[in-house]
T-cell receptor, first 114, second 112 residues
């Protein structure tokens, strides 16, 4: 039973480019969460999605960031016109339901903006 | 604003020692508290606690929650070098978001 999968594991982008991060939840999980971990900081919630729905995006920056979880395929976190401050580890987690179920994390995508 | 605070920030012990990690929280509408272990990759789930006073145990690790005093502890007995990691505490609240609010973590180093 595969865990949460994320790709790519490492992503390098120049300032102004777009970054696309993918997350496939654990089998049987229909809820996906994205978190960001800035260098030397804790994990911060960004967005919570179910299939085809954004449930809570209160942690997402208002500009340049968007997320989706289509009916088919992985969840995607998209960052447009990246800046150096976007450099961070982006983790995806999944759970089978709203809870109280534990969230299982993927290995993360480390984004470096040069 | 919901807040989760962990202490100590870092800890260095020798193999065989017992450690206690602390997590206190101030949140509205508490639902559950979770502990994770983070090495150089994904946070790995350890425990989820929803009720006060009931100890959860897994091998040398155990955890308990006090909902009256708003804190939890994670104990590790007979520590091993493989226990070296950052230990994260997170709280889930009852709202539509279902998000976890994380503390800053405790960095544990176990020396041989």
């Amino acid at each position: 039973n595969a865990g949460v999968m994320q790709n790519p594991r490492h992503l390098v982008r120049r300032r102004g480019q777009e970054a696309r991060l993918r997350c496939s939840p654990m089998k049987g999980h229909s809820h996906v969460y994205w978190y960001r971990q800035l260098p030397e900081e804790g994990l911060k919630f960004m967005v919570y999605l179910q299939k085809e729905n954004i449930i809570d995006e209160s942690g997402m920056p208002k500009e340049r960031f968007s997320a989706e979880f289509p009916k088919e395929g992985p969840s995607i976190l998209r960052i447009q016109q990246v800046v150096r401050g976007d450099s961070a580890a982006y983790f995806c987690a999944s759970s089978p339901s709203r809870g109280p179920y534990e969230q299982y994390f993927g290995p993360g995508t480390r984004l470096t903006v040069t | 604003e919901d807040k989760v605070v962990q202490s100590p920030l870092s800890l260095v012990v020798h193999e065989g020692d017992t450690v206690t990690l602390n997590c206190s929280y101030e949140v509205t509408n508490f639902r559950s508290l979770l502990w994770y272990k983070q090495e150089k990759k994904a946070p790995t789930f350890l425990f989820m606690l929803t009720s006060s006073g009931i100890e959860k145990k897994s091998g040398r690790l155990s955890s308990i929650l006090d909902k009256k005093e708003l804190f939890s502890i994670l104990n590790i007995t007979a520590t091993q070098t493989g226990d070296s990691a950052v230990y994260l505490c997170a709280v889930a609240v009852n709202n539509a978001g279902n998000m976890l609010t994380f503390g800053g973590g405790t960095r544990l180093m176990v020396k041989p």
